[in-house]
Nanobody, 124 residues
């Protein structure tokens, strides 16, 4: 089992920045690729970003590329999502997830473990 706990969400004005963190425990963190997903009210969950086991491979959704940066610190068992130039349409609950295979990093159902989510609200 892997336990994931997100933090860092909050209310920010459009154009602002937030950094989300996801702390993992339970198993060897470096054995898992990590992803961030989000779900806005009334919408389906969507892929945001993913990072491979060592951090050398990264994927981004087109909607966030150039504004968001995913990173990880395996020594701290933590994955981060730096979000800059935030827009109201970025408002959602953000979830981190862990995947041992990393075969389809943009597909949520491929992930093995999920956190409880953290709310990000961007005001206009």
């Amino acid at each position: 089992q892997v336990q994931l706990v997100e933090s860092g969400g909050g209310l920010v004005q459009a154009g602002g920045s937030l950094r989300l963190s996801c702390a993992a425990s339970g198993r060897t963190f470096s054995n898992y690729a990590m992803g961030w997903f989000r779900q806005a009210p009334g919408k389906e969950r969507e892929f945001v970003a993913a990072i491979g086991w060592s951090g050398g491979i990264k994927y981004y959704a087109d909607s966030v590329r150039g504004r968001f940066t995913i990173s990880r610190d395996n020594a701290k068992n933590t994955v981060y999502l730096q979000m800059n130039s935030l827009k109201p349409e970025d408002t959602a609950v953000y979830y981190c997830a862990a995947d041992v295979r990393f075969s389809s990093p943009k597909i949520g159902s491929e992930y093995d473990y999920w956190g409880q989510g953290t709310q990000v609200t961007v005001s206009s």
